[in-house]
């Protein structure tokens, strides 16, 4: 399955007005980059977010959202929100916005 094409055009807008934005296709999807680090992602229907440990427990209580895991592997600090977390418009910025804040606390590379 490619990615949600749709999603990814709800995302695109929000992130390309940021300071060092960057978009590139990564493991089947897409992935929006801020100075280097990956933030936001499009894999499938789901949205990717990396939020960080601090964040992390917090975002997984939302019943839409799970452990990032694509290869079998859960890679802590990242969540994917199933689409029911992001059909309103207000919680898909309010999700990018939790992340850009903790990607804009890592150095650019």
């Known amino acids: 399955m490619a990615y949600d094409e749709q999603l990814a055009e709800r995302v695109r807008p929000l992130m390309r007005r940021r300071k060092g934005f960057s978009e590139k296709k990564m493991f089947g999807g897409v992935g929006f980059l801020l100075s280097g680090n990956m933030c936001v992602g499009v894999w499938k229907e789901f949205l ?18 799970r452990e990032f895991d694509i290869t079998g592997r859960a890679m802590r600090g990242w969540v994917m929100v199933e689409p029911a977390g992001v059909e309103v418009e207000a919680d898909l910025i309010d999700w990018i916005s939790q992340a850009v804040k903790f990607v804009r606390t890592l150095p650019a590379k």
């Open 48 to 65: 990717i977010l990396r939020l960080g440990l601090e964040n992390y427990e917090t975002a997984l209580s939302d019943p839409d959202t």
